[in-house]
C-alpha cells in the first residue's frame, strides 16, 4: 500500500512539474510575442515609376566638385516612358523617383544618400569619374510614404558615354540603422 502511495504521489510531483513547465513556456511564449509586438515594421523603399523623364523645372546649377558635370540642380520632372536602355542624347533625363515607407518615423524629412556610377567619363579639364553619391532627403507626402527622386540629365558631350549606369538610393532606418535601397540599372546607348 505504501508502495502505491508513494507511486501516485511521484505521478502527482511529476504531472505538476510538466503543468509548470508548461506553464513556464507559455509564459515565455507570450512574453516573446509581446515583445516583438515592440519591434520596428521594417522599412522599404519603392520604385514608383522609372526610365525617361521630361524637364518641367531646373533650378540653377549649383556647383559640386564631386557630381561628375561639375554641378547639380534640382529639377522638376514628368514621367514619358518605361525603359531600362536609354538612347544618349543631350538633355535626356533618366531615373526614378521612390516611396519610403518607414512607420518608426514621425517626421516632415528623412535623409537619403543618392548614388550614381557609370562608365568613366573624362571632362574638359582631364579629371576622371565613374559616379558620385550626394546627400538629399525625402519628404513626407499625404500618402504617409517619404517621396523623392534619382535622375541625371546627360548635358556636356564628355558625359555621352555608352554602357551600364546605376542610379541608387539609399535610406537607413532610424530604428535599427539597417540600410535598405532602390536601384535601377540603365543601358545607354548610341
Sequence with gaps: ?????????????GLMIVLFLISYNAKASQKVL???????????VLIKDYGTYRLLERSEQQFNADATAGYASIIHTE????????????????GFNVAIEDQNVDQEW???????KHPLTVNYLGQQSTGFKKQNGARLKDDGFYH??????IS???????????I???YQEEATKKTVKAEKIFTLVR
Design 79 to 94: 514621367h514619358l516612358e518605361t525603359t531600362e536602355v536609354i538612347k544618349l542624347n543631350k538633355g535626356v533625363v533618366f
Design 34 to 44: 509581446e515583445d516583438n509586438k515592440s519591434l520596428p515594421f521594417p522599412a522599404k
Design 168 to 170: 541608387r538610393i539609399v
Design 156 to 166: 556636356e558631350d564628355f558625359e555621352m558615354v555608352p554602357g551600364e549606369w546605376i
Design 148 to 153: 523623392n527622386g534619382a535622375f541625371y540629365i
Design 1 to 13: 500500500m505504501n508502495t502505491e502511495v508513494n507511486r501516485i504521489g511521484n505521478i502527482t510531483i
Design 110 to 116: 528623412v535623409p537619403i544618400v543618392i548614388e550614381i
